[in-house]
């Protein structure tokens, strides 16, 4: 699946990590805690923790996205999932934006728009 060919190519140019809201997230979906990180180390991944200024920047960051919605309104066709976004999302941009080379996603416009320079791979099929 073009996700996996994605992941295999980020891997093969050097580290990938999963921060807390990611970790958080695929845990969620495959079990428990200690085997889902044993298998993602097997594949190559580790784990890294988002730090306070990541944290600090996605709350700004979700605030522009309120003040911006308040202001503008949802854009019109946009899922109500993108006019309520979570802070998560903001954490895993933050996380990606300054603690990392960039981010995996298929969610290019958000990340793109509210984490300005950040490296977005999209997944394509090949």
Same mark, same amino acid.
């Given at each position: 699946?073009?996700?996996? +060919? +994605?992941? &295999?190519?980020?891997?093969?140019?050097?580290?990938? /990590?999963?921060?807390? #809201?990611?970790? =958080?997230? #695929? @845990?969620? $979906?495959?079990?428990? $805690?200690?085997? /889902?990180?044993?298998?993602?180390?097997?594949?190559?991944? &580790?784990?890294?923790?988002?730090?306070? %200024? +990541?944290?600090?920047? =996605?709350?700004?960051?979700? %605030?522009?996205?309120?003040? %911006?919605? +308040?202001?503008?309104?949802? *854009?019109?066709?946009?899922?109500?999932?993108?006019? @309520? %976004? =979570?802070?998560?999302?903001?954490? /895993?941009?933050?996380?990606?934006?300054? !603690?990392?080379?960039?981010?995996? @996603? &298929?969610? !290019?416009?958000?990340? &793109?728009?509210?984490?300005?320079?950040?490296? /977005?791979?999209?997944?394509?099929? *090949?």
């Amino acid at each position: 699946d073009a996700a996996e +060919a +994605a992941l &295999r190519l980020a891997l093969s140019s050097g580290p990938v /990590v999963l921060c807390d #809201v990611v970790l =958080a997230e #695929v @845990t969620a $979906g495959l079990g428990h $805690g200690s085997e /889902v990180m044993d298998a993602l180390e097997e594949m190559g991944l &580790r784990f890294l923790a988002i730090d306070q %200024r +990541a944290a600090i920047r =996605a709350g700004e960051m979700q %605030r522009k996205f309120k003040q %911006r919605l +308040a202001h503008k309104g949802a *854009p019109s066709g946009a899922p109500e999932a993108a006019a @309520t %976004r =979570a802070m998560p999302d903001f954490l /895993v941009g933050a996380h990606a934006m300054l !603690q990392c080379d960039g981010l995996i @996603t &298929r969610d !290019q416009g958000f990340f &793109r728009d509210y984490f300005k320079g950040l490296k /977005v791979i999209v997944p394509s099929a *090949p």
